[in-house]
């Protein structure tokens, strides 16, 4: 098993809805986790952090952390066009280091 | 704030040459990374600096890359000799204690190598 695993995609959502963007994590990663953006040809830009179990609202965004499922989900209501990128999801390394496991990023498409 | 500063952001060099990239962090960060990506590979973490001192070099792939922070405000990556395997978008970022997983990266340096 991957440390952070994504769905590749591309996930096509129609604007206005939910877009719903998911990340499960083996025991090698720590239970805090950070959603970046990335638009394509650009540097990746920390969007949401979770650091407890459950929920985190930030505006359009909302961090679900499941702990015992070892599951983490980025829900992004009212979608626009411009939420089109590569949203990647990353866990602390749990050997002790302060340093990030990336997962491979799901590819957001919001069509008109 | 400037924000993280790279350069060069493209660099094309031929198979052998030595290549140096180059990063200023945020003014008054503790934590500067070296990340690639790919994408076959995806983001990987090359190696870190906390407070000058390089903590993990695990993901430097060979002896042919090396990296220096000599003050707070500088950091290089080396390659010598590249490969066209190197090939590939360079990242550094940086933050702050205690918060160093919320890392600010700077635009990248696309390197090609033919």
């Known amino acids: 098993q991957k440390e952070v695993e994504q769905n590749s995609g591309p996930l096509s959502v129609p604007e206005g809805a939910i877009a719903s963007l998911n990340c499960t994590y083996s025991?090698?990663?720590?239970?805090?986790f950070f959603w970046y953006r990335q638009y394509s040809g650009k540097s990746p830009e920390l969007i949401m952090s979770i650091y407890s179990n459950g929920d985190k609202e930030d505006g359009r965004f909302t961090a679900q952390l499941n702990k015992a499922s070892q599951y983490v989900s980025l829900l992004i209501r009212d979608s626009q066009p411009s939420d089109s990128a590569t949203y990647l999801c990353a866990g602390p390394f749990s050997g002790g280091y302060n340093k990030l496991i990336f997962g491979a990023g799901t590819r957001l498409a919001v069509h008109p | 704030d400037a924000g993280v500063i790279q350069s060069p952001r493209h660099e094309v060099t031929e198979m052998g040459q030595e290549v140096t990239l180059r990063c200023k962090p945020i003014s008054g960060h503790d934590y500067l990374f070296w990340y690639r990506q790919t994408m076959m590979r995806g983001l990987e973490l090359l190696i870190y600096?906390?407070?000058?001192?390089?903590?993990?070099d695990s993901g430097m792939p060979e002896d042919r890359f090396s990296a220096k922070m000599p003050n707070a405000s500088f950091s290089t990556l080396k390659i010598q000799p590249s490969e066209p395997r190197d090939s590939a978008v360079y990242f550094c970022?940086?933050?702050?204690?205690?918060?160093?997983?919320?890392?600010?990266f700077g635009p990248g340096t696309r390197l090609t190598v033919t």
């Open positions: 025991d090698r990663v720590s239970q805090s």
């Open positions: 970022a940086s933050s702050l204690s205690p918060r160093a997983y919320e890392q600010y």
């Open positions: 600096f906390n407070n000058n001192v390089p903590i993990d």
